[in-house]
């Protein structure tokens, strides 16, 4: 029996996830297989404010996931992993405990339950009276009837392999090509103290493939992805393992080609889709409100204040269907909202969670995100993005006699202080009389937030939100997120040799 006959064979012993609603399927996992009552969450609940906490929430997880990796037609690993328990988070004051346990038993979670009020507060023991929840049904941004989980293991070999095959037939000098495949379905329910009562499913899918180019000493990479929350009518209304498979491999052969990139202060066009991660990176993490609520963010006390160009529109908004962002509810339990961060370059608010919301008074505007049942919720962005422009790009070409094109970024690194960024393009061209001429490599740029973003001076009208590929890292969390940009020239940027 080879390798891959028992990697199908493990397959089948896999437990089936129940069907229907969001709310149908909690119930079925939570209250049916797992046994977890109505009355086993006001318990739980009762034990977190024993102590007089002001609040207490519960987050149970229940999350399914599956991966393939293919290295030069050799599966490299193929695993399935279920995780699942509950967290357990009180607040009092400014004060925060927080527990969880994967154990789903009635006395393991009030265990966690009173360790996370005793961290929290150490007032007199009190009770609580029973709750009867508020069951909150959101608006479905992702509905999936069939998901990538749902493909058997054989088919999501092929696609792989159509991946690879793709991506060696384009040139000859791709030498190595390494494709995965990852697909979750993530059941959580949310239930809080103040009776909000809200579940959802989430699905999540993303391919990637990553080629290593070589000619004679010269060696470059290349990597392309798609994703999103989205199920198998996505995979079979396209041939994405084709698309990305030979994109990968044009990366990598388009960089053997590639001269060094110039360096100084000169213009920078960033293509529509993937360079939103510099919004992400440079504005999107300064205008979250624990940043601001605490004074550290360059972006702290300034709403109502000229912060960008008048020609910059910027939002955050969890409602983008199948997006990588996209949420029926945040992880505690409130739905998302199209929030509107930056309008004509004025800041007009950050992203909040309960806490950042309660202290500037306002409502929580759905970014209250988490990795996990084991993690806390913290203000985090979901899709963020600058709205279209009214200018052809073909103009915001011609308008640049030496400058650069940057198409996609490997990511980047900010200063939430003060705003200063570097960020690494993977493919970018120098920009020369109005047309886009040489490839380059070696580059970064550096800038700072508030700063680039005064310097916009003309925004394209083919706005595009990118493939589904990126995760944001905060604290020591990850989440997924989604970005977007039209074609955008910023007048004068730093660009720097590697």
């Given at each position: 029996m080879d390798q891959e006959e028992v990697l199908l064979e493990e397959q089948e012993t896999v437990l089936q996830l129940p069907t229907g609603t969001p709310d149908q399927m909690a119930k079925a996992l939570f209250e049916g297989q797992m046994g977890v009552t109505d009355f086993h969450m006001h318990q739980v609940l009762q034990a977190a404010l024993c102590r007089g906490g002001d609040y207490a929430d519960l987050y149970f997880e229940y999350?399914?996931?599956?991966?393939?990796?293919?290295?030069?037609?050799?599966?490299?690993?193929?695993?399935?992993?279920?995780?699942?328990g509950v967290g357990v988070r009180v607040l009092k004051g400014d004060q925060t405990g927080y527990a969880y346990s994967e154990d789903l038993s009635l006395d393991a979670m009030q265990r966690a339950a009173r360790t996370a009020a005793s961290i929290a507060t150490s007032a007199t023991v009190k009770e609580h009276e029973g709750y009867r929840f508020n069951r909150l049904k959101p608006s479905n941004y992702y509905p999936v009837t069939r998901t990538v989980t749902d493909l058997?293991?054989?088919?999501?070999?092929?696609?792989?392999q159509d991946a690879e095959r793709a991506a060696h037939n384009y040139d000859p000098r791709?030498?190595?090509?390494?494709?995965?495949?990852?697909?979750?379905?993530?059941?959580?329910?949310?239930?809080?103290?103040?009776?909000?009562?809200?579940?959802?499913?989430?699905?999540?899918?993303?391919?990637?493939v990553h080629c290593v180019a070589q000619e004679d000493k010269n060696v470059q990479t290349g990597s392309a992805g798609v994703g999103g929350r989205v199920g198998l009518p996505f995979l079979e209304a396209e041939d994405h393992p084709n698309q990305i498979g030979k994109k990968a491999a044009?990366?990598?052969?388009?960089?053997?080609?590639?001269?060094?990139?110039?360096?100084?202060?000169?213009?920078?066009?960033?293509?529509?889709?993937?360079?939103?991660?510099?919004?992400?990176?440079?504005?999107?993490?300064?205008l979250e409100a624990d940043f601001n609520r605490k004074g550290s963010s360059a972006y702290s006390g300034r709403i109502g204040e000229q912060v960008a160009s008048p020609l910059c529109?910027?939002?955050?908004?969890?409602?983008?269907?199948?997006?990588?962002?996209?949420?029926?509810?945040?992880?505690?339990?409130?739905?998302?909202?199209?929030?509107?961060?930056?309008?004509?370059?004025?800041?007009?608010?950050?992203?909040?969670?309960?806490?950042?919301?309660?202290?500037?008074?306002?409502?929580?505007?759905?970014?209250?995100?988490?990795?996990?049942?084991?993690?806390?919720p913290m203000p985090r962005m979901t899709t963020?993005?600058?709205?279209?422009?009214?200018?052809?790009?073909?103009?915001?070409?011609?308008?640049?006699?030496q400058g650069i094109y940057c198409v996609s970024f490997s990511?980047?690194?900010?200063?939430?202080?003060?705003?200063?960024?570097?960020?690494?393009?993977?493919?970018a061209y120098l920009v020369e009389k109005g047309k886009i001429t040489k490839p380059i490599k070696n580059l970064t740029l550096i800038g700072n937030g508030p700063d680039a973003m005064s310097r916009v001076s003309l925004v394209g009208n083919d706005f595009a939100f990118s493939e589904g590929i990126w995760t944001c890292g905060k604290d020591g969390q990850s989440v997924p997120v989604g970005v977007g940009l039209p074609t955008v020239l910023i007048s004068e940027m730093t660009v720097g040799g590697m």
């Amino acid at each position: 029996m080879d390798q891959e006959e028992v990697l199908l064979e493990e397959q089948e012993t896999v437990l089936q996830l129940p069907t229907g609603t969001p709310d149908q399927m909690a119930k079925a996992l939570f209250e049916g297989q797992m046994g977890v009552t109505d009355f086993h969450m006001h318990q739980v609940l009762q034990a977190a404010l024993c102590r007089g906490g002001d609040y207490a929430d519960l987050y149970f997880e229940y999350a399914y996931r599956t991966s393939v990796v293919m290295e030069e037609s050799i599966i490299k690993n193929s695993s399935i992993s279920i995780s699942k328990g509950v967290g357990v988070r009180v607040l009092k004051g400014d004060q925060t405990g927080y527990a969880y346990s994967e154990d789903l038993s009635l006395d393991a979670m009030q265990r966690a339950a009173r360790t996370a009020a005793s961290i929290a507060t150490s007032a007199t023991v009190k009770e609580h009276e029973g709750y009867r929840f508020n069951r909150l049904k959101p608006s479905n941004y992702y509905p999936v009837t069939r998901t990538v989980t749902d493909l058997p293991l054989a088919d999501k070999i092929t696609k792989i392999q159509d991946a690879e095959r793709a991506a060696h037939n384009y040139d000859p000098r791709i030498k190595r090509v390494t494709v995965s495949m990852v697909d979750t379905v993530d059941i959580v329910r949310i239930v809080t103290s103040d009776r909000r009562f809200v579940s959802d499913v989430r699905p999540m899918f993303r391919m990637n493939v990553h080629c290593v180019a070589q000619e004679d000493k010269n060696v470059q990479t290349g990597s392309a992805g798609v994703g999103g929350r989205v199920g198998l009518p996505f995979l079979e209304a396209e041939d994405h393992p084709n698309q990305i498979g030979k994109k990968a491999a044009t990366e990598a052969i388009l960089l053997l080609g590639a001269e060094q990139a110039p360096s100084g202060s000169m213009p920078v066009i960033l293509g529509p889709a993937q360079s939103g991660i510099l919004l992400h990176e440079a504005v999107g993490h300064p205008l979250e409100a624990d940043f601001n609520r605490k004074g550290s963010s360059a972006y702290s006390g300034r709403i109502g204040e000229q912060v960008a160009s008048p020609l910059c529109t910027i939002y955050d908004t969890g409602t983008i269907d199948h997006d990588r962002g996209a949420l029926n509810c945040d992880d505690e339990g409130f739905l998302p909202s199209q929030n509107l961060l930056i309008e004509n370059g004025i800041l007009r608010g950050y992203m909040h969670d309960r806490i950042s919301a309660a202290h500037y008074d306002l409502v929580p505007t759905g970014n209250g995100r988490r990795e996990s049942y084991a993690h806390y919720p913290m203000p985090r962005m979901t899709t963020t993005y600058l709205a279209n422009g009214e200018t052809d790009p073909e103009e915001i070409l011609e308008a640049v006699d030496q400058g650069i094109y940057c198409v996609s970024f490997s990511g980047g690194q900010v200063d939430i202080s003060n705003g200063d960024f570097v960020f690494v393009p993977t493919v970018a061209y120098l920009v020369e009389k109005g047309k886009i001429t040489k490839p380059i490599k070696n580059l970064t740029l550096i800038g700072n937030g508030p700063d680039a973003m005064s310097r916009v001076s003309l925004v394209g009208n083919d706005f595009a939100f990118s493939e589904g590929i990126w995760t944001c890292g905060k604290d020591g969390q990850s989440v997924p997120v989604g970005v977007g940009l039209p074609t955008v020239l910023i007048s004068e940027m730093t660009v720097g040799g590697m």
